[in-house]
């Protein structure tokens, strides 16, 4: 088995050197249990907070141990009367090539997908996510104004989608002009900015001239500022991310700005909730496939992978995503499915 474990926390962004490559052999498989080899890894920027030791919702990985990640897996040998040689399953199985589960928590890959690597994005966790958040916390109405960042990724780029299907106004927010290209002219959305613009404030408030609604947020730092005047009175905001926060040692530097927010918050009354898409809706996750399956079926709701080949490349891939590298939702090819 071939696995890669955290041997370092790191100090901000994360280095090469956080990990390592290593070999092991895998035990003898016991009654009730499946050996597993993995074919696709999940890349996604919660690892971040996993490789950190500070207080969060989820435990931290352990020095030396395997880095913690979903992935999908072909079933190689079984001792467990619930799956069979071939079965193709998704689990937290972590950054390695093989595993071996009891079985448990693992969910079968939907049978007659393009691509099982689907089941890591536009109908896995992210895809979740985005539905989750959008409809629960962001209650979108037709003819409202959403805001996302992060827009051509994983979870960006389905909360828009769906958003544009229930008939709202999408303004996306990404960094570089490929990809506010595809989120406007692949995924439909009404607009997107690039924050990297040197007027990205001006830019992104001359494109939501009702101002917004629903601001679905992923990234933080930067972009919350520019949309927190744009919020008009009864805004919803679905806290789902801050990965541009995520690298960060300290809180930056200068004035406390946080009485005009919670103003901002009272006087326009805005709803801003946070989630944790498996905590909070993990007994949803029939009513999610049920809605996104047909939609992908369909050509309703798009999706892009961003397919990095072996296993020794996911920590160089890693630190890309934090760093906005990648292009889609972020995979390892670990082995030929
Ligand atoms: P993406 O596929 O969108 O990839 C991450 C993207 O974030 C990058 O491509 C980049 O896009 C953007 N980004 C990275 N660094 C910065 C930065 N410093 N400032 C602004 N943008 C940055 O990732 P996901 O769709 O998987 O995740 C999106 C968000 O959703 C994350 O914050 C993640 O933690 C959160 N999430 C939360 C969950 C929950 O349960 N609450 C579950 C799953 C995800 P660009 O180049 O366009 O800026």
């Known amino acids: 088995n071939q696995r890669i474990v955290l041997v370092s926390r790191p100090q901000g962004a994360p280095v090469p050197e956080n990990f390592r490559l290593e070999r092991e052999a895998l035990p003898d498989l016991a009654d009730g249990q499946v050996l597993l080899k993995t074919l696709y890894l999940s890349l996604d920027p919660y690892m971040r907070g996993r490789m950190s030791d500070a207080p969060s919702y989820a435990a931290p990985v ?8 979903g992935a999908v897996s072909r079933v190689e040998r079984s001792l467990n009367p619930k799956f069979q040689e071939g079965d193709l399953v998704v689990g937290a199985t972590g950054w390695q090539s093989h595993s071996i589960s009891d079985g448990r928590n693992l969910i079968p890959v939907p049978s007659g997908l393009p691509s099982p690597s689907m089941a890591l994005g536009v109908l896995g966790m992210p895809g979740m996510t985005a539905y989750m958040g959008l409809m629960d916390i962001g209650q979108p109405k037709a003819g409202e104004t959403l805001v996302v960042a992060a827009a051509s990724g994983a979870v960006g780029s389905v909360v828009g989608q769906v958003a544009k299907l229930k008939g709202l106004r999408v303004v996306g927010v990404a960094g570089g002009a490929d990809k506010c290209r595809y989120v406007v002219e692949e995924l439909g959305f009404d607009a997107c900015i690039d924050h990297k613009s040197p007027d990205f404030s001006d830019e992104l408030a001359q494109a939501c001239p009702k101002g917004v609604d ?41 004035p406390d700005r946080l009485p005009l927010l919670q103003r901002a918050l009272l006087t326009k009354r805005v709803r801003i909730q946070g989630f944790i898409v498996f905590d909070d809706y993990g007994d949803r996750q029939p009513e999610f496939i049920s809605a996104m399956a047909p939609w992908v079926r369909d050509g309703k709701i798009k999706f892009k992978e961003d ?31």
Not at 62 to 69: A, D, F, K, Q
Not at 231 to 236: G, I, S, T, V, W
Not at 309 to 314: D, V
């Open 62 to 69: 352990e020095l030396n141990e395997v880095m913690t990640g």
């Open 307 to 337: 397919v990095v080949e072996g296993l020794e490349q996911a920590p160089e891939a890693f630190i890309g995503l934090l760093e906005g590298r990648n292009f889609g939702k972020l995979v390892v090819r670990v082995a030929e499915a």
């Open 214 to 254: 629903i601001y679905f947020e992923n990234v933080g730092g930067k972009v919350f500022d520019a949309v927190l005047p744009l919020l008009n009175a009864k805004a919803r905001i679905p806290l789902c991310g801050l990965i541009a926060q995520y690298n960060a040692q300290d809180v930056p530097a200068g």
